[in-house]
């Protein structure tokens, strides 16, 4: 039996007004270039969308469903979260409650304030030499929101509202939870891609991984996979691979799946960065090829998906349901235009009506490894730095700085690099 989870009427007045943030977190957030919109909402550029405006590349999203990163804007509406995640960037003190208990911001306030403080945090590029101009220009409209930054964005009780308006704005919604509000799962109106973070596959690892503060957290998550099951637009179960801890028990993992029945699986490595850090060592991160060994793994045990793409700087590869490779090509990129004319259209629809075809240049797995990107240095004494500049010399670049070429030196020995990207870079850590 679930413990409800009240909202009362006195979160909508005003009167009520409570922040989630004391003061010293606030300054806190703000110092690591989060903006904090009213009551419990926060905005933070991504990295990759100032790597995309210095014309250096797009995120994973990008790869696999054709998010235009330099147009992304990263957001939350609860910074407050039910959980305390291990390999989570926050630190303990970062707000936590199992129900909501602050005022209640509107949708159009957290839209506008979130827009101007985006375009804000982004205004520095207006006179750098080391932007692309073109894309600098595009970044001005908006057209997609990750609502993913930071806390448990479903838990806020106007979601709705603010997809709305979203909807209204031509705006794509990727929305991610961690499943402890299974109800606002199941009451949640359209968004383009609904994701659940499913970081165990059993109730006494996701406790020790998740520590989540609601005792029947195990089945707030199980009814929440049901629920997202039954969603008709597209859907993704994201599972945060971390070394030594959560890297096996494929059975599990593949019943936690099907119970979900997401039409996509991104199997992700843990990033060591933030407060994490003091909770987990370096050597937790799996190397992109331990990811893929692993997602090969995980799809022997899932009939009904395939691998179809990875991205190496975010050690990440992406499955997807066989029905998305219609005649022999997969169709997991978006078309946003349909998605906006159906989504306001008010009538019914479903994934497959606004899928569109994946560039084939972006299928399959290259069998490359992980960037050393200055971490370890490599049998021939090249920090990944130098690598990198060989291969650009080698190879040359495209207009979206990815290498091009095979990734062989003279000499023969293959050299473990892909794309140009630094992935440490984009989480603010340098080593
Ligand atoms: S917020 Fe997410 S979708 Fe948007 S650019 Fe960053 S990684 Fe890509």
Known sequence: MLQEVKITKDMFTANSAKAQLTDSSKKSLVDQQYRIIGNHSAVKTCGWTKNMIRGKGGCYKLKFYGIMSSQCMQMTTSISCANRCTFCWRDYKAPVSTEWKW??????????????????????????PTKNDFIFKSSKKIRHVALSLTGEPIMYPKINGLIGRFNKECISTFLVTRAQYPEAIRDLNPVTQLYISLDAPNPELF?????????DYWERFNQGLEYLAKKKQRTTVRLTLIKGMNMS????????????????????????????????????????????????????????????????PSRVVMLAKKKFR???????????????????SGKEFTAMDYMKKTPPSLVGLSGKKTPMNGIKQDKMGMSGEEQLGMLAKLNGTDGNGQNKGNGQIPNGKHITVDERTKEMEFWGQKK
């Open 326 to 344: 219609i005649g022999g090509v997969w169709h997991t990129w978006i078309d946003f235009p349909k998605y906006t004319e159906l989504v306001n």
């Open 207 to 215: 406790k020790e991984i998740d520590v989540p503060l609601f005792k």
């Open 249 to 312: 028990q494929f059975e599990e993992y593949a019943k936690m799946i099907a119970k979900g029945s997401p039409d996509f699986i991104e199997a992700k490595a843990y990033m060591h960065v933030g407060a994490s850090q003091k909770r987990l060592s370096i050597e937790s991160m799996p190397m992109h090829e331990e990811v893929v060994a692993f997602t090969q793994e995980l799809a022997a045990h899932l009939p009904g998906y395939e691998i179809v793409s990875e991205h190496i």
């Open 103 to 128: 005022a209640v911001d509107e949708p159009d306030m957290i839209y506008e304030e979130s827009v101007k403080a985006h375009h804000k945090l982004l205004a520095g590029f207006g006179g750098s």
